[in-house]
């Protein structure tokens, strides 16, 4: 089932949706939670869900949905049968057709043998997902992909791990959707972007190219103002993405709203303090005032971080805003700018007592390296090595560069005269970096495969090969000129389309002649082949980041350019293969093919892979280490010009 369906299509889709949506007691994700884990996610969510404004379903009906329905997973889970049945029929008093609740219920009921409220449960699934109402039907999927990115999250939210983003683009991308009007919208989009800020941090932590950098700064910024432009009940969100816009602009110098915002005149000049303060206006609750404190840490204005900290856990005892109130006394201790009115020490004393509360609510690598680090800094040097050796085996490892712990850990040694030791850990560090860096590009989608890929491109080699068209040295070079010339690399640095600087032959059908279908895991070289049949070539191609009509559904923006081109190149990789929505693609271009007296679809094989059944009779174009033979570029010329 496609993300949005289209207006007036008639099909039952209850069973399949049933299936694919699953629910908490089946999502592989949530197994194998062990009782201590469940019962600190317990108590934690408990303070949450106390708090009205925090789980209001008339405000924010998508989140309070997910922290109940967890709620009941980890009573469940816990043994706790009727606490469970509690917490999922009460998401069922304010949200009647949440498909979660309903079968966490039938599963629940199954598993205690009341077969006859199994399927009282089971039918209502079927009722609930056979609406012909297509934005209901949105709104109802939407919940429950928000649900499932929320619950994933929840417990992946110390450790380096992306794989509930995928839930929250599918439905970010139904928010954006021109023809949804829901004001949950903005929680959906809000979700997902605070995704992309997440993953924009590792970026930043595993030195990412430039491009990398830039897109991911750029993907962010546009999903979290997004959020400020739509009215919804709760300011909450509104507030946080104005406070995150800020965030971004101060995770990296260079950045500016005027490059990914461009066409926004009122946003052109804004700078991180003034984002923050946009927030503000809007909420003084304790999620924004306790992130508007850290970066007021960043930014050294210590006495308004000390306020909001102070405002933030004055309302919820959280530990963000403990560990990073902790970072603070820290940075105030090591700013020698800093004029403390007493001894300096008592600001290290306050940090460990700080952290130390922090340890108790969980176990992260960041608060034990820096308990250590003040361990350190206070000359207690056995305590501070003790608490690095708790953090580098801790298994929750965000929020920090794992790198600093070795480092300090390092400084330790020295202190202690041990020489050896000291280079031992300095030099783990470096691994660490590295680690770091291929860890995080495989977690966070890739690096989009730039100057500094660790992934899939470690395949393709960039070396000359007698006979064979270099695609991505070329590529490489193209950009690197293009960044000299404007001193800052950007996906805008690709001409916008053919159509900027050359007019339709009118002796061609179609206005474009190729669609390039790929995974973004191969986005350098499909972007290498755009460029070079676009620039040496002079033909006409469609990349979906760029051609594809903003506001417009993703299954209408491929309908429309695949019917538009004369061919789709298909990119064949493993990443293809597991991606719906290159299989979509796919299945379109074959549509195209059987209601054509053409064949449109040329399959290029760059990495090895299962053929999809739809092309298995087709010829197609095999790359060398990812490099076109001379001759099959020829050839892949000829096949992709229109006849005259």
């Known amino acids: 089932m496609s993300a949005i369906e289209l207006d007036g299509e008639d099909v039952d889709i209850s069973a399949g949706a049933v299936d694919e949506l699953g629910c908490h007691l089946t999502w592989p994700e949530l197994q194998g939670k062990d009782t201590k884990t469940l019962e600190r996610a317990k108590d934690a969510l408990e303070s949450i869900v106390s708090r009205v404004e925090e789980c209001d379903f008339s405000t924010l009906p998508s989140r309070s949905a997910s922290l109940v329905n967890l709620e009941g997973f980890i009573a469940y889970s816990l043994k706790d049968d009727d606490t469970a049945i509690e917490k999922f029929e009460h998401v069922l008093q304010h949200d009647p057709e949440n498909h979660n609740a309903v079968s966490n219920l039938a599963f629940i009921y199954e598993k205690l043998g009341h077969l006859r409220q199994h399927k009282k449960y089971f039918q209502r699934l079927g009722n609930i997902h056979c609406t012909r109402d297509s934005e209901k039907r949105v709104i109802i999927r939407s919940r429950s992909l928000v649900d499932r990115g929320h619950a994933v999250r929840f417990f992946e939210q110390d450790s380096r791990q992306f794989s509930y983003m995928s839930y929250f683009y599918e439905a970010a991308e139904n928010g954006q959707n ?3 009007k829901t004001p949950e919208r903005a929680e959906w989009i809000f979700e997902y972007a605070l995704a992309l800020y997440r993953r924009d941090n590792h970026f930043i932590f595993a030195d990412a190219s430039h491009m990398t950098l830039n897109r991911s700064f750029r993907e962010a910024a546009e999903h979290f103002y997004c959020v ?28 500016a709203l005027s490059d990914v915002l461009p066409d926004i005149p009122q946003v052109l000049t804004l700078t991180a303090a003034e984002c923050l303060r946009r927030g503000l206006q809007y909420s003084h609750c304790p999620y924004v005032t306790r992130r508007v404190a850290a970066e007021y840490t960043r930014m050294g204005h210590y006495d308004e971080a000390m306020k909001y900290f102070d405002m933030s856990l004055d309302n919820l005892k959280s530990w963000f805003a403990y560990r990073h109130k902790g970072r603070l006394l820290l940075a105030m201790y090591q700013d020698d700018a800093y004029k403390y009115a007493g001894d300096k020490r008592e600001l290290l004393l306050q940090a460990r007592e700080i952290f130390n509360i922090t340890l108790r609510m969980k176990e992260v690598h960041a608060d034990y390296s820096d308990l250590g680090y003040v361990y350190f800094l206070l000359g207690d040097y056995s305590k501070a090595v003790r608490n690095f050796k708790y953090a580098v085996h801790s298994k929750e490892d965000d929020y920090f560069n794992p790198a600093d712990t070795y480092h300090r850990w390092s400084r330790c040694l020295e202190a202690m005269d041990e020489t050896e030791g000291a280079k031992a850990k300095a030099m783990e560090a470096k691994t660490v970096i590295k680690k770091l860096k291929e860890l995080t590009m495989a977690a966070g989608d890739g690096d989009y495969h730039g100057d500094s890929c660790q992934g899939d491109c470690d395949k393709i080699s960039t070396k000359d090969m007698p006979g064979y068209i270099n695609l991505v040295k070329e590529y490489r070079i193209y950009m690197r000129i293009a960044k000299r010339k404007t001193r800052q690399l950007s996906f805008q640095d690709l001409p916008k389309s053919l159509s900027d600087h050359q007019t339709i032959s009118p002796s061609k059908t179609l206005p474009f002649d190729f669609l390039v279908s790929f ?126």
């Open 228 to 255: 400020t432009e739509i009215n919804a009940p709760s300011v909450r969100n509104r507030a946080l993405s104005w406070v995150f816009l800020g965030v971004l602009l101060n995770n990296a110098e260079g950045r």
């Open 178 to 180: 021109k023809n949804c």
């Open 519 to 644: 995974d973004v895991k191969d986005e350098e070289w499909a972007l290498a082949l755009l460029t070079r049949l676009e620039k040496d070539q002079k033909l006409r191609g469609i990349i979906h980041f760029r051609d594809f009509i903003p506001g417009e559904a993703i299954v209408d923006n491929i309908v429309h350019f695949i019917e538009k081109s004369y061919k789709t190149v298909v990119i064949l990789t493993p990443n293809f293969i597991k991606s719906k929505w290159c299989r979509y693609e796919l299945k379109q271009a074959q549509c195209v093919t059987m209601t054509t007296d053409r064949n449109t679809i040329v399959p290029i094989l760059l990495q090895k892979c299962e053929i999809p059944k739809e092309i298995r009779d087709l010829t197609y174009f095999k790359c060398q280490h990812g490099q076109l033979s001379a001759m099959d570029f020829d050839k892949l010329k000829t096949l992709l010009t229109q006849p005259h």
